[in-house]
């Protein structure tokens, strides 16, 4: 695809948001028009007025135009969705955040026919950010979109596949192989395989919540919404992520942020606290807990409590953004094999009781490698693994410790699973 995409759609419309994200995220470049009439509507994107269900349009070139595709019908357009190249790997990884992409890098570097399987956008929560100042070699900070390129660039450049909008639905070990099964319906085996699927971000559970989601209330810094957002923003959450998303939409307009903490000293580090210390159109309200979201057609104001008063306020704004960290999404692993934590992070090496593992699939009697989960072969890297630092250096870092000890199970059951692979994905 040659030259920029034109997005044209209503104000406040959740698909129109989605796609921008998407576009964002992906690193893709594309001009948003804002249709405010229906004139607006038929003059520019064609179509009959503002409630029209085409919108919004996409128009990828003169030639393609999609009327309010879904994010897989996009990829597909822009070409960026292809089926996995092959049936059987090396080494499988899901997620394309740092510690994916790190694991792609080493893996296909070192000699493995390596696959990356990624459902929405490369980079994961790094990809969201405007700006990543803690990653070492990048005295100015670098967007999380730049570092997720480059990596992935640098990684393709290794030999790794990766594939955007297929996502990891269901997983299974037999004859030694890990199988893997897609959304989309396909599966391929792999010799080893690594599970880098990050966190998905904590729902607030109020009320209206599904009424305003992706119209006016978001999860994430917004990244793609900087520029165009009207009027007062409301941060939720006090950690590094909220910090920044905070500081990136107070170059535009207002901020307040909603903490529940006693400060933000506890939660922010400290070159983050200090700038926002610093910018005067930003409100930090502590001791403070969202609690109803409100309007009409879109989100109009927000309700809040103090903890500490017990008074509730409220807030004229347009534009919620969510920061309040997340939970591991493992709903694909087979409940009771994959041993997790009581708060659902993946445990591995010297954190599983050995005495808990399967005798049926630890038959060699050796103990699981550091990294290695309850399933023999299947590794966590980076935020899903119990005790991680939730960092990107640290998820890059694991990624690649993940493709050592891989190596190491690799060298342990070459033997055992020479040739078996197709009759394990019969
Ligand atoms: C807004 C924000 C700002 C941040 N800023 C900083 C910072 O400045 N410095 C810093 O060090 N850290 C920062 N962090 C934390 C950092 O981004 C994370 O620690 C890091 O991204 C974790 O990497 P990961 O690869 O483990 O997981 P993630 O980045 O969460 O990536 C996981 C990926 O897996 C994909 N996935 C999930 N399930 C499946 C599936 N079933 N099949 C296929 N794919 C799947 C997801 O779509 C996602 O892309 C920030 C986080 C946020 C949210």
Redesign the pocket.
Known sequence: MNGRIIIYGRTNSAAGYEVRDFLTRNCSDYDWVELNTDDEAQRLAGVSGLADPRLPLCVLSQSSKLYCPSLRELAMALEWFKGPKYECYDLAI???????LSAALYGASEGLRTIV?????VG???G??SK????MGFPDGISGWELASRARRQAIRMGAEIIVGL??VAGERQDGWQLSWFASGERIASKATIC????EYTRLGLEREGDFLNRGLYY??GSSEAEICKGRVVIVGGG??AG??ALNFARQTKVTMLVRGESLKNTLSTYLLERIEDTSSITVLTRTTLTALEGDDVLERVTYRNETSGESASIETHSVFV?IGGRP?LE?AKPGVLHCDPAGYILTGPDLDRSSLSAEMWQDGRAPLFMESSIPGLFAA???RHNST????A?AGDGATAVSMAHQYLLSVKYQLCGTARSALR
């Not at 399987?117 to 956008?121: G, L, N, Y």
């Not at 939730?390 to 250096?393: E, P």
């Open positions: 899901f997620g394309a955040g740092p510690a994916g399987v990624e459902k929405t956008a994961g929560q790094a969201s950010t990543i100042e803690n990653y996502e990891g880098a699927t990050g966190v994430g810094a590094n992520s920044q998303a920061c999404r694909w980076g935020d899903v939730k960092r990107c250096a998820a």
